[in-house]
Structure formats: C-alpha cells, structure tokens
C-alpha cells in the first residue's frame, strides 16, 4: 500500500503534473486547429489560402514540445509571445480565406486560445500557475481582437476558451486550497511510519543487547563454575572485566599480543579466536582445523557475529552436552565462509527446541541471520550435535 509523497514533495510533484497534463492538452488542441482547417479545406468549405493559417501553428506547436522536455521561466515566455503573434496570423489569415465567418465566436478560432490558456506555467504553486494561466488567456484574446480588427470581422468572446480558462483556474484553486490538509494527513500518516521504524529499532537493539548480555552471563558463569574454590585466576578475572566494560560501553584494555610472527593476521583478532580460547579457559578442549584464513573474507559485523555465535555454542556444548571436548571447522568457497562446531556429547531433538530457548534463537540463529548468513543444525541423542553457520563474504555481499 503506498502512503503517498512526503509533503515537502507533493507541492512540486502535484504542481509538475498539472503543469505537464495542461501541456499536452495545449498540444492537441493545437493538432485539433490544424485537423479542421485541413478537413474544410478539402471539403471545399473555406478557401485553399487557409492552408497558410496551419503553417503558423507550427512555431507554437514546436515549443510546445519542447517545454514538455523540460519547463523553464525563458521556453515559457517564449512560447506566449511567440504564441500571441502565432494566434494573431492564425485568425487574421482564417477570416481571410473564409468570408462566411462573421465573428471570433468559434470553434475553430477558441483552439489556439485554449492552447495559450494552457501553457502550465513554470511554478511550483496553485498562484504562480494562475497567473501564467491569465498571462497566456489575456495575450491569445488580444491576438484574437486584433486579428479579428484586422480583418474586419466582429470580436465575440467564445464560451469555449473562456471556459477553459475557468476550468483551469477552479483546478489550480482547489489544488492550492486543499493542499494544506493533505500535507496535514500526510505528515501524520508519515509520523506513524516513523514511530513504528522506531519502536522496531528499539526492539532490535534490547533483542542484540539481550543476547550479548545472556552470552556474556552463562560463559562467565561456567567459567566461574569450572575453576577452583578461592581466588580467580588473572587471567579470567581480566577476561571478566573486559566483557563488563565492554557491556557498559566503555573502552576494552588491549588484548594480549599475539604469538610472533602472527600479528597482521585476522584470525588472531576475531571473536572466533577469542570465543575459542574463552571455552578452552572454561576446561574444554578444542579443537580447530580447516581454513583459518578464510574469516578475513568476512566483513566486521560477520567476523563479531560468528564469533559470538561460536561462543554460545561451545557454552552449550560445555552445560549441555556432556562432553569435555569440541571442533571448530572453518571452510571457504564461493562466495562464502562456514563455521561449523561439532561434538560428540548426548545431542538434543532440534524439533523439540523451545522457542524460549535464547542460546539458540537470538544468540546463533538471529545473529547469523542479521548478517545474512544460514544456520543448520543437525542433532540427535548419543549422537552429538553439529551447527554449520554460513555466512557471505564481503566480495559477495
């Protein structure tokens, strides 16, 4: 369903459009004067001069087409004058060549007028296209009188041009006098839209920092839980703090530097690594094979998705699983990465999951998702469990 144009958009968009229908409306009564000269040409009703007065059309009929291309303040001004001294020559040279037209109310006479009155204009309001409206009927009507004295024939206003130019003036009025409660319902309707944007924003963000804050909780806890009685060990208490101030916004202490000869590689900054070395802290062994190049492939937002992604696994396999020991395989192919974790601990029915369950809707599966990446399961009981996450590279995103 559309919600319309913003209101700051549809003063021009609405005024453009009249401008560009009124344009083409022009245009073909234009074409309209030349079909009917032509027609009672040949049907011998008026004089084969007359063929002269659609010649003089065609200016008008030129600019018009230009205009339609493009509208600007110096093609509009040109075609009225332009326009005035076409209309003149037009009228002057039609009661010329037809002695039983007695007067200027006619049909064939109200066509170029209506095509002046419709010139459109070049504002963007209701006011600026009257005034080009009234600028373009007064000039054609003065044409009509002088071509029409010229000639000696009697001005009579016609019904049609006058009309017209009524028409158009109770368009542009209407337009210009309602749009203030359409910008109103507008407006309001586009609040609506940001307010709900919002409220899904805010959603999105407590969901992220929900689980950053349950996976930071349970592998801290089984940490706490898999070391001895007394005081924490250093390095643990230093990972703690780290994850707390990293909660609470504020800037990390730098991490321990990297073996020799490793410092440029990505992996030994990624939240991969990390997530490992924090599950082999918390006493489980594992182990990782396979490409470990490959998570420089990934853009930012993918290396800290999976990596969080990994470490919640590994929690799972460490409070779930009943096993001491876990894989992480990392593989690459086209246009891809794939981090897979498997154990070989009691396994779960992944049908019977809960929707409740945080550790995998929100901290594997949303994560992954958001970063446009899959995640596919495979579990069963005595067996072990697998979670193969596949993420897109940056050179395929």
């Not at 007065?53 to 600019?63: A, G, R």
């Not at 039983?100 to 006011?127: C, I, K, Q, S, W």
Request: some cysteine.
């Amino acid at each position: 369903m559309s919600l319309g144009l913003p209101s700051h958009l549809s003063r021009a968009a609405n005024s453009k459009a009249l401008a560009a229908a009124a344009r083409w409306a022009a245009l073909v009564c234009l074409v309209m004067a030349v079909v009917n000269v032509v027609i009672s040409t040949v049907g011998g009703t008026i004089g084969a001069a007359s063929w002269i007065s659609t010649l003089v059309l065609v200016p008008m009929i030129l600019l018009l087409l230009l205009l339609a291309r493009g509208r600007t303040v110096v093609l509009t001004v040109a075609y009225l004058l332009v326009g005035a001294a076409c209309t003149f020559l037009y009228v002057y040279l039609l009661f010329e060549s037809t002695p039983a037209y007695r007067d200027t109310n006619l049909f064939v006479v109200a066509l170029p007028v209506v095509a002046m009155t419709l010139v459109g204009g070049t504002g963007t309001g209701a006011l600026a296209g009257i005034l080009w409206a009234t600028l373009g009927f007064a000039l054609a009507e003065a044409a009509v009188l002088v071509g029409a004295t010229a000639a000696g024939r009697d001005f009579r206003p016609d019904a049609i041009s006058l009309g017209a130019y009524l028409l158009l003036v109770g368009v542009l009025a209407f337009d210009g006098l309602t749009r203030g409660s359409r910008s109103r319902t507008q407006s309001a309707i586009h609040r609506a839209v940001r307010d709900a944007r919002l409220v899904d924003l805010r959603r999105e963000l407590l969901a992220e920092s929900t689980a950053d804050l349950h996976d930071t909780v349970l592998s801290e806890l089984a940490a706490i839980t898999a070391t001895e009685p007394g005081e924490l060990p250093p390095r643990l208490r230093a990972r703690i703090e780290s994850d707390l101030r990293a909660l609470g916004g504020a800037a990390l202490p730098a991490e321990s530097e990297p073996p020799a000869g490793q410092v440029d590689e990505p992996w030994y900054e990624s939240e991969l690594r990390r997530a490992i070395e924090d599950a082999r802290d918390e006493g489980l062994a594992v182990d990782v094979s396979g490409d470990r190049d490959a998570v420089a492939r990934l853009a930012d937002d993918s290396r800290r998705a999976v990596g969080l992604a990994v470490r919640q696994c590994l929690v799972n396999v460490l409070r779930h699983s009943g096993s001491a020991t876990a894989e992480v395989a990392v593989s690459s192919g086209d246009g891809s990465v794939s981090v897979m974790v498997v154990d070989g601990g009691r396994g779960f029915a992944v049908a019977s999951a809960g929707a409740d369950r945080l550790g995998l809707r929100q901290s594997v599966h949303d994560r992954i998702s958001k970063v446009g990446g899959t995640v596919t399961i495979y579990s069963s009981e005595d067996v072990g469990t697998t979670v193969i996450m596949t993420l897109p590279t940056v050179e395929s995103a």
